[in-house]
């Protein structure tokens, strides 16, 4: 059963710009979840896709988004890029109902220059 | 999160010798999971627990929960190179509904 899959794995942009990662789910699962890991913050919970629907939210200002497209797969986008949005982006997924049992991609690391 | 505290942040030991990693939740806990990260890389999930004094062992990864203390430790026993990367734990808190929270995360080096 092939993993939970982020695209890039790298992405450099610099400040002002708009970055979008990509996030494929383990087949079957339907939940997409984002989160954020800076330098000396640990994990922080960004958002919750189901069914394509925004479930929840962390507490990021609104040029965080995303979406869910209808084959579960998930965007987040960051428009107007500051220098502390660099960071390792972590989606993880799970079936629908269990987000107790998530399971995480390798992360796609954004550098803000 | 501030609701999850781990401790140590940082720990180095010498390869065989054993060492505990403790999460402890300033909230009520419904489940405690133990993760494994390679630096820059993604979670691997390691163990869950949900019932207070469960405890689960994975090869030589020990993990208990102490549902009174509402804390949990990792124990790793006859430490490996294999065994070095960042521990976080996550729990599933009342208050937050259906997300997961983490602590900051324990980096763990195994001098050879």
């Known amino acids: 059963e092939a993993g939970v899959t982020q695209s890039p794995t790298h992405l450099i942009k610099t400040r002002g710009q708009q970055a979008t990662l990509r996030c494929s789910p383990i087949s079957g699962h339907t939940s997409v979840y984002w989160y954020q890991q800076a330098l000396g913050l640990g994990l922080q919970f960004l958002l919750w896709y189901d069914e394509g629907e925004e479930r929840n939210r962390g507490n990021f200002p609104p040029r965080f988004s995303g979406r869910q497209f209808p084959n579960y797969s998930s965007e987040l986008n960051v428009n107007a890029l500051e220098l502390e949005d660099s960071a390792l982006y972590l989606c993880?997924?799970?079936?629908?109902?269990?987000?107790?049992?998530?399971?995480f991609g390798p992360g796609t690391r954004l550098t803000v220059l | 999160s501030q609701e999850l505290e781990q401790s140590p942040q940082s720990l180095i030991v010498q390869e065989g010798k054993n060492l505990t990693i403790n999460c402890t939740s300033s909230k009520t806990l419904y489940g405690l999971y133990w993760y494994k990260q390679k630096y820059g890389e993604g979670l691997i999930f390691l163990m869950m627990?949900?019932?207070?004094?469960e405890e689960k062992s994975h090869e030589k990864i020990t993990a208990k929960l102490d549902e009174k203390k509402q804390q949990s430790s990792l124990h790793i026993t006859a430490s490996q190179p294999s065994h070095a990367g960042i521990y976080l734990c996550g729990a599933d808190l009342m208050e937050y509904g259906n997300k997961l929270v983490f602590g900051a995360g324990t980096i763990l080096r195994v001098k050879s």
């Open positions: 993880a997924s799970s079936r629908q109902g269990s987000y107790n049992e998530q399971f």
């Open positions: 627990l949900q019932k207070g004094g």
